[in-house]
């Protein structure tokens, strides 16, 4: 820890209260819990230049920058869109793997992001898809009062469903509740996809590689679905296997053809 704060400690300007050191932080301080990408990410920990990553903590409404670590130097950017607990940015071009922080308005600088933020080259990024293939629209998302693992996203029955991205397709089975499902396990990041409510069973065996834009099946409402659907998930990890799905929205609508993105 004590590396990467010093590292940052050579920004200067806004940095008195950081080199008064022993004082209590006053309680506006900017506090970060985690950064996440959301966009042209390899996955949720690793981004690419042009990236746009959320951070989460306290006290981030009065960010007036957030600062990357870069080869010689920390490279600060602009904040895209900024609440209490959140703040949106774009990954600059010359920012490097490292612990963003965010600094106030005031000149108050949070704590380095506690997980490492990744910066890989935009050659890292598989090519990606929206896995329907036709007109849709978002039902119900993550969480959604009832631990709902993933998003539901409207389309009719029958609508082809693609593979988002390069990978293979680990899980074919039926269950009661998410009907005819597959699970795909991307191959250039540590994610795994699930599709649910098939209309019949993937025609892939278990086994078989998909790249983007594969057919892996068609929107259907089997198990328990109220109307033609696809149950979305998106695992950081192995599905069931020490992973957790996350919201998949962001990722989604990353991948949205950009003629029907609203
Ligand atoms: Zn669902």
Redesign the pocket.
Known sequence: MAAVAGCFASLGAGNALAEAGGGLAPSGTPRLSDATCMSRCVSARKATPGATVRLTGSYLDETSRVVFKGASKPVAATYKSRTSSSVEVVVPAEATSGRPLVVSEDGLRSNPSPSVLEVVPATALPRQVFPVRGSHQYW?GFGDGRG?Q?A?VGAACGTPLVAVAAGTITKSEYHPRAGNYLIIDLKRSDQDLAY?HMVEPTPLKVGTPVSAGTVVGNVGDTGNASGCHL?FELWEGEYYEGGAPVDPIPFLKSLEPRAKRK
Do not use: E, I, N, S
Request: aromatic residues 0%.
């Open positions: 119900a709902h993933g539901d649910m149950h």
